[in-house]
Every structure is written in C-alpha cells, then in structure tokens.
C-alpha cells in the first residue's frame, strides 16, 4: 500500500514523541495492558491511555479485549516502516523482563503470555 509522504509525515510525527515511542517499544517486545504501561512508562493511566488511543487511531496498534482489561499490540502489517524504525530504538527486554520478574505487575490478568 502507497502512502503520501503527508501520512507517512503524520505518522513519524507520532511516533517520534518520545512516550509513545517508549511505548511503542514496550509493545515491540510483548502485547501490554494500559496499567502494565503506566507501571513501565511512569506516567499516569489517562495520559498513556491518551497515547495508545492516538496511537490505535493512526493505524499503529491493534488492541485486544479480555474481561475489563484491554491489551495493545503493535500492527506490524499497515505500516512496516515504522517496524523498521524500532529495530533502531534501544531494546526494552531487559527492563520488562525485569518488570515481569516482580510483582508488580499484578494489576491485570496476565493471560497474554
């Protein structure tokens, strides 16, 4: 699928902020819940919850009902590019394997395994 350089300016433009791009790399690693976010990014539940709904209407996410818990992962089919993108940003394995190792993360089902 072609893309104007207009969208794909839109696009870059969002992920270029520098929370959604640690989410976006978060979710490069593992599909996460919001309150899994918040704990990961240290910012409040309805401000990560603003960057994923902007996030998911651009096209970047998709997300995943279970219960009351909604999940996000990343689309990796409607904009490759930006995939390419996070290949270049620091990894976040050790710092969510380091998150999951704890209990903190007991805010949510954790069925996405």
Request: charged fraction near 25%.
């Amino acid at each position: 699928m072609k893309r104007t350089v207009e969208e794909m300016s839109e696009l870059l433009k969002l992920a270029a902020d520098k929370t959604r791009l640690t989410i976006l790399s978060y979710l490069k690693e593992k599909e996460l819940c919001v309150c899994e976010l918040v704990d990961l990014v240290g910012s409040s539940q309805p401000g990560i919850s603003q960057h994923l709904r902007k996030m998911l209407n651009a096209g970047l996410l998709k997300e995943r009902k279970t219960g009351t818990w909604v999940y996000y992962r990343l689309d990796t089919e409607s904009h490759p590019y930006i995939m390419q993108i996070l290949d270049y940003v620091p990894s976040q394995k050790e710092r969510l394997a380091q998150y999951q190792s704890t209990q903190a993360n007991a805010c949510c089902e954790t069925d996405c395994e």
